[in-house]
């Protein structure tokens, strides 16, 4: 399974509300390094698709959330569980890094 987009509209019920882990990458169009990280976190959320899933949130389209999260510099990703933000990871890496970022919920 790789990656959905959600909004806010569907933020809460996708994200907050979910049993699972879930990171959600903030991205827009216009952001080279949103689109180079892009296709690195479809691999990871196949490859670990019964422990996190992965979302996509665009920034520009859903600012409402964006703003929520104090978004500043994309690519930013937010690991969530329970609702809480875990964990955060800033800027487009290389996939090895990233793996390593969210070993604890891969694990």
Do not use: H
């Amino acid at each position: 399974m790789s990656t959905r987009d959600v909004t806010d509209a569907t933020f809460e019920s996708e994200v907050l509300q979910s049993e699972k882990t879930i990171m959600v990458d903030f991205w827009a169009e216009w952001c080279g390094p949103c689109r180079a990280v892009s296709p690195i976190l479809d691999a990871i959320a196949t490859e670990n698709s019964e422990k996190i899933d992965i979302v996509k949130l665009n920034v520009d389209d859903n600012p409402e959330t964006a703003m929520k999260y104090q978004i500043t510099s994309i690519p930013a990703m937010k690991v969530f569980r329970g609702g809480e933000v875990v964990k955060t990871v800033i800027g487009a890496k290389p996939k090895p890094a990233l793996e390593a970022d969210l070993a604890e919920f891969l694990a």
